[in-house]
C-alpha cells in the first residue's frame, strides 16, 4: 500500500508570488464580467425602475457602513498572528466571537431601520414592493457579513485563486439570474432577489473554500521561544 507525501509547505515569499500571480492573471476577466452584469441590469430595469433599484442599494450600502466598524478589513491582520498562538481552536473561538458580535451589532441597527422602516419607504418611493426590498436589505447584510469574514480568512492565507474564483462565479450567476427574473416580470424585486441568490452561492463556495483553508491550519499553537 502506498502512502501519499504530503503537500509541500509554501514559503511566504511563494504563497505572496502566487497570490499576485492569480490578482494579476484574473483581473480582465472580473472586471469584463463585472462590467456586462452593470450592462445587464441597467438594461433589464425601466429608467424609474432603476431608480428605485438605486435606492435600494444605497440604503443597503449605508447600513453596511454602520454596521460594518472596520472589523472585516481588520481582522486579516490578526488572524495569521492569533492561528500561530492559539491553534485552530483558538482561531475558532476568536473568529466565532466576532461573528456574534456583528450579528448582534446588525439585528440593533435592523430593528431600528424596522421602526422607520414605512416612513423610509415612503420617502424612497418602493410602493407595495417595500417589504420585498426589507427582506432583501436583511438578507444581504446576513450574507454580507459572512461573505466578508470568508473573504478574510481566505485573503490572510494569499489564497487569492480561490477569492478570484468567488468574485468571477458571482459576476457570472448574477446577470443570468437577473435576467431570468426579469423575463419572468418580477422587475425590481427579481433584480433583488438574483443578488440575494448570487450572493448565497458567493458565501457557500467562501465557506467551503474558507474550511479546506482551516483544515489545513496546525491543530496547536506555535512554540515561541524557548
Given at each position: 500500500m502506498?502512502?501519499?507525501?504530503?503537500?509541500?509547505?509554501?514559503t511566504l515569499s511563494?504563497?505572496?508570488?502566487?497570490?499576485?500571480?492569480?490578482?494579476s492573471?484574473?483581473?480582465?476577466?472580473?472586471?469584463?464580467?463585472?462590467?456586462?452584469s452593470?450592462?445587464?441590469?441597467v438594461?433589464?430595469?425601466?429608467?424609474?425602475e432603476?431608480?428605485?433599484?438605486?435606492?435600494?442599494?444605497?440604503l443597503?450600502?449605508?447600513i453596511g457602513?454602520?454596521?460594518d466598524l472596520?472589523?472585516e478589513?481588520?481582522?486579516?491582520?490578526f488572524?495569521?498572528e492569533?492561528e500561530q498562538r492559539?491553534?485552530?481552536a483558538g482561531?475558532m473561538?476568536?473568529?466565532?466571537?466576532?461573528?456574534?458580535?456583528?450579528?448582534?451589532l446588525?439585528?440593533?441597527?435592523?430593528?431600528?431601520l424596522?421602526?422607520?422602516?414605512?416612513?423610509?419607504?415612503?420617502?424612497?418611493?418602493?410602493g407595495?414592493d417595500?417589504?420585498s426590498f426589507?427582506?432583501?436589505?436583511v438578507?444581504?447584510?446576513f450574507l454580507?457579513i459572512?461573505s466578508?469574514?470568508?473573504l478574510?480568512?481566505?485573503?490572510?492565507y494569499?489564497?487569492?485563486?480561490a477569492?478570484?474564483?468567488?468574485?468571477?462565479l458571482f459576476a457570472?450567476?448574477?446577470?443570468?439570474?437577473?435576467?431570468l427574473?426579469v423575463?419572468?416580470d418580477?422587475?425590481?424585486p427579481g433584480?433583488?432577489y438574483?443578488r440575494?441568490?448570487?450572493?448565497?452561492?458567493?458565501?457557500?463556495?467562501?465557506i467551503?473554500?474558507?474550511?479546506?483553508?482551516f483544515q489545513?491550519l496546525a491543530?496547536e499553537?506555535?512554540?515561541?521561544g524557548?
Open positions: 502506498s502512502i501519499k507525501a504530503p503537500a509541500p509547505h509554501l511563494e504563497r505572496v508570488t502566487g497570490a499576485m500571480f492569480w490578482n492573471a484574473l483581473l480582465p476577466v472580473k472586471t469584463a464580467l463585472t462590467f456586462i452593470s450592462i445587464v441590469v438594461r433589464a430595469l425601466a429608467q424609474d432603476y431608480a428605485i433599484f438605486a435606492a435600494v442599494i444605497a443597503l450600502n449605508t457602513l454602520w454596521s472596520g472589523i478589513n481588520a481582522i486579516g491582520k488572524i495569521p492569533i492559539f491553534g485552530r482561531l473561538r476568536f473568529i466565532g466571537a466576532l461573528l456574534a458580535f456583528k450579528f448582534a446588525l439585528g440593533i441597527i435592523l430593528a431600528a424596522w421602526l422607520f422602516w414605512n416612513a423610509a419607504a415612503e420617502y424612497f418611493h418602493f407595495a417595500a417589504p426589507f427582506g432583501a436589505i438578507s444581504l447584510l454580507g459572512l466578508d469574514f470568508s478574510e480568512f481566505l485573503l490572510a494569499f489564497n487569492q485563486k477569492t478570484n474564483s468567488m468574485e468571477i457570472l450567476v448574477q446577470p443570468l439570474l437577473v435576467v427574473f423575463s419572468l418580477w422587475g425590481v433584480v433583488l438574483a440575494v441568490l448570487a450572493t448565497l452561492l458567493y458565501v457557500l463556495v467562501g467551503f473554500f474558507a474550511w479546506r483553508a489545513r491543530r499553537p506555535e512554540k515561541i524557548t
